[in-house]
């Protein structure tokens, strides 16, 4: 196999502008608007080549609205527009193409999503398509639908008798009177690895002088590094500079709620990175490309932040783009005192300011002294709106209802019974469905579910009680990375506004007389442990048989960095161990009954609860060499 | 193209078992046994060849728990354990083919959705593959992921460099010392109108005798019709025999319950129906096929059930194996006196019996006499248990206690404003998550979601209040739908039951003095109109532009079926229904944020909410075209 490297000092010099714009999904006439306002400031700037991202017009992540033919006729139209604007410049955007005379294979039109190329005011043909071409490889894991929506050009390729050779070429590009050959490509086109085909290669081996991918790639808690080694690797093959433009902003598929944080960056031909645009920030930068190397006009240094950063600097712009889109700042937010809803008030605070920031304790005679006095304090620190609302009385009062009700059939009389995990619902249901709703639609404002990750896969929590919410900020993080989380805002964002008390005090639901916080009665759940075990079900997609072999061979605390000992702490016998796997793996699947109630999470992890990780309500499964393991180590 | 048509003539005579099992889904444990029995059942009737549904051995809806590596190698052993059964038979099954060898194109291990084909202890080799075959064609729209999760012949025919021709062959089955050549195909490969490639086709060319279909298809409310249409139009052009064999059960995805229904049918090689087994009937039977014609041993004759009769016993099903999957048959249910719940009773009864239905009629000041006397004739009529639970001192301490709340910030106070709606709105939850939660969780039941898809649609619920629920049978029936059910279970199924007074009285939520339903003030939506418009947005995929052009046009009665005048009447100008229109569109988009947190709806339509038709909380938008017409409109 031939491998044509193209010569970089032979391509003519150029400006690129890299436009990282916030979507709005779902609205072309918004993100039209911003950019034909970019086009415009670019050509004052004599830039010659405009680069927006994936699915710039319509947005990425819609639902099934593709398959609204009036709405697919008019980004059509705002495609057209942005066409007809690139008079004296060219312009590289992410769209909708529609071929009405063919059909998907959902037998709607056919649509695809597409890369445009127009330049002065007409689409650029590349020999196999006028002014656009499409994306080759179509995710469809995790959040991502591609292969739902759009066609590929591998089944254009398939259905036309062509191969990907003759159909991913470089659209050529006029630089005052020289030839540019640009490779264009979208998103996943260059997370080829898993793929039969790579399109980079093809679009180099085609001539391709420079690389533009267009992205809209949601962001992943420390996923950018792993796109910067995916790039090295292409580019190492391949040598040729890559533009890299991606959106920011956030999308959601309603159960999620995704972040995109840009990172636009340029790779130079050997993969070191020129430049990289800021997280989360709306901006335009100018790159430019001339012989071999290329130089940034306004040198842009690597401004990515660091782990417990990045995600805070992430649920942060989460949160403040939610409310932006709402009618209303203020936020309604239960404050228990313990770790959960602190950590979820101090973003809310850094996010919308104290001032919209409005937090409710509700006690029971359950709630110990010490987290009411935690919750006082809290909200005294951080300066936000705060109130008591005992609910005791009411409860009572709905106890005794239930307890004097009874039905009737003939005659025959049925009576209720109220058990004690009966009763510490009806405190958490009048908590979330009464008091916190009717707060917060009295004030106009939404109120928060301030679960962890940890205790929404356990379903520790009640249906229309915590459960409830307009958004849930921390239900992709487990409880440990909570603790982390708390740690990084008290050192670096609210000068130590969570007591420390919340930090130290065992976690507790304080629902009933066995959850004494002050006797040091907390949750049934060894959070550095279960964490990992709930982690390795969840991201890793193991089961109990993967858990056990691990077990039995002695590999499990290594694997869940725990220190030696750890386990058979806990675990004396292999009978506690296998009785307690058995019985989190059965509340993980069982109780996703209740998350099929629950809010929008933001998504940060490998995988998210909602429409990141698909699940069914098929009840509790162990597979027969679980089955055989178990029986090995209860009788070993 | 050359067409070879098999002469049906020349293929051995043989006994084919239909196997229409109960599939669980993510239990290879439970269905594997009923298979194994099912194939020890066949040999004594000394059926030659046995055919089970597609994913026969895991299911088909299992969320993302193909992932999980344990499960997919337990899938594996329970594949050679009905290999080895196949002795003196010949099976064929659907089930899960892993290739460990080859990625995905999520980087985990390639999976297919594969056919097997085992005859005497060995799986039996097409030329291609040893014992399996794959999907060809991969349905993907709807609740439909198989892209998602599984490879495609047709991406296994693009790596490996070969064309579908070489690799969809039929499989040689040894009938008495003669060959029968039996082309294997999945489910989506009979729907081949929409793709590139036609999979029978193929096999015929190739050489298939007759054709196994094995499918996992849920049901949809007049879908069977459009099965046989399409397989008698396959079959004219390529006549030969096929049994299409397809499981009953529900299957689900969390938030959508899919009833499969069986019906599994044998096709005569002219497209005629030879027989068809019974819906949602577990039920396995044999058809002798020898020479040009097939004879079944015990004539099956079509005993499908027409319109509301089939959707009766679509939901009766979908009910009884719901309940069957939960630990109690108890259900609680909240009687209103109107039609919703009505309707959703007399299911309940007629699915579970009177003596588990558990009614509850909760009232306030504003219900009126007549809901509450037809909520107490309608219980009696069942002869459920019956209790009433008034909520308006609850309802008034819930108010005066909000009112006399108020929150502190530094010196700032903050009282709270209670407008008719929020006031209305503490009704619906009082009842939903403070009454009937309790009451459900006291008797160890559950309790229904009684809504309707139109209310679903517009948000006409109080989210934690009636939008609760463990299960919402009907929120996929617009009203006008559950009126026709109503009249259907009144004259065949609980004995005019459901009083006169509900099917003729207003309908009305009765949450405030201006919903007085004995003054005729209902809501404020005119279903016949408001259900066509809704079906448009949701299962013709149409918006307000393509309305809006019908009405300027005038075409839009006809096309909803109303009677000429319909809509002037109740729009007397062009204004007044725009303004309906777009209140309409933006009532349906913005109260999406409730269809998250809503229960699962049983799926009976084309395009159910939840998993069926994916959406995004990305507001409203009205298209370019639309603003066009809009002013014309209004201008003309």
Not at 281 to 301: K, P, Q, Y
Request: with cysteine.
């Amino acid at each position: 196999m031939k491998r044509v490297i193209t010569d970089p000092s032979s391509f003519p010099a150029f400006t690129a502008a890299l436009a990282q714009l916030n979507i709005t999904a779902g609205h072309p006439d918004i993100n039209t608007q911003k950019i034909l306002a970019e086009i415009s400031l670019a050509k004052k700037r004599k830039v010659d080549v405009i680069v927006f991202p994936e699915m710039a017009v319509p947005g990425y992540l819609l639902g099934d609205e593709w398959e609204n033919d009036s709405f697919v006729r008019d980004i059509e139209s705002f495609n057209d527009e942005i066409c007809k604007a690139s008079t004296g410049i060219t312009v590289v955007w992410g769209s909708l193409f529609a071929d009405w005379n063919q059909k998907g294979e959902d037998g709607r039109v056919r649509k695809y999503n597409a890369a445009y190329v127009a330049q002065n005011g007409r689409y650029v043909s590349n020999g196999a398509f006028s002014g656009h071409t499409f994306k080759t490889l179509m995710p469809k894991y995790r959040e991502f639908d591609d292969e739902r929506h759009f066609y590929s050009m591998l089944k254009y390729a398939h259905q036309s008798g062509k191969n990907l050779r003759q159909l991913l070429l470089p659209f050529p590009i006029d630089i005052n009177g020289k030839t540019l050959e640009v490779g264009v490509m979208l998103c996943e086109d260059m997370w080829s690895d898993d793929y039969q085909d790579n399109p980079l290669e093809v679009l180099v081996k085609n001539g391709a002088q420079v690389i533009i991918n267009i992205s809209s790639s949601p962001w992943t808690w420390r996923k950018n590094d792993k796109r910067h080694r995916v790039a090295q690797s292409l580019l190492a093959k391949y040598p040729v500079p890559m533009i890299y433009c991606n959106n920011v902003g956030t999308q959601n598929n309603g159960k999620n709620i995704f972040l995109f944080d840009g990172n636009s960056t340029v790779y130079n031909a050997d993969g070191s990175i020129r430049a990289v645009a800021k997280d989360y920030s709306e901006e335009t930068f100018d790159v430019v490309m001339r012989d071999s190397a290329m130089h940034s006009d306004e040198v842009i240094t690597l401004s990515q932040s660091k782990d417990i950063e990045e995600l805070y600097n992430g649920l942060i712009y989460g949160l403040r783009v939610f409310f932006e889109k709402l009618p209303t700042q203020k936020v309604v937010i239960g404050l228990s005192g313990g770790i959960d809803s602190a950590v979820s008030a101090a973003l809310l605070v850094k996010a919308l300011g104290p001032e919209n920031v409005f937090a409710i304790n509700m006690p029971t005679e359950y709630n110990s002294s010490l987290t009411r006095g935690a919750a006082s304090e809290l909200a005294h620190n951080l300066k936000i709106h705060y109130g008591i609302f005992p609910i005791q009385r009411s409860v009572d009062q709905t106890i005794s209802e239930l307890k004097g009700f009874s039905f009737e059939r003939g005659y025959e009389r049925t009576t209720l019974e109220m058990s004690p995990l009966v009763m510490e619902n009806i405190q958490a249901r009048d908590r979330g469905s009464r008091v916190l709703a009717g707060i917060a639609a009295s004030l106009g404002a939404v109120f928060t579910n301030n679960g962890n990750k940890t205790e929404t896969a356990l379903g520790y929590a009640t249906l229309y009680g915590d459960v409830n919410g307009a958004i849930a900020p921390l239900a992709d993080l487990y409880k440990g990375q909570i603790y982390q989380l708390a740690q990084y805002l008290n050192q670096h964002c609210v000068d130590n506004a969570i007591p420390s008390s919340i930090l130290t005090m065992v976690p507790s639901a304080e629902l009933s007389k066995d959850q004494d916080i002050e006797k040091g009665k907390g949750d049934p759940i060894n959070y550095p442990y279960h964490d990992r075990l709930l982690q390795a079900f969840i991201e890793w997609r193991r089961d109990p048989e993967y858990i056990l072999d691990m077990y039995r061979t002695g590999t499990l605390e290594s694997e869940f960095s725990l220190e030696v000992g750890y386990i058979e702490k806990f675990f004396p016998t292999a009978q506690d161990f296998i009785s307690d796997l058995e019985r989190m793996w059965k509340l993980y699947k069982i109780n996703y009954f209740k998350r099929i109630q629950a809010p929008p999470i933001i998504a940060v992890s490998k995988r998210a609860f909602g429409f990141d990780l698909r699940e069914a309500q098929n009840g509790v499964y162990f597979t027969k060499k679980y089955l055989k393991i178990k029986k090995d180590v209860l009788h070993a």
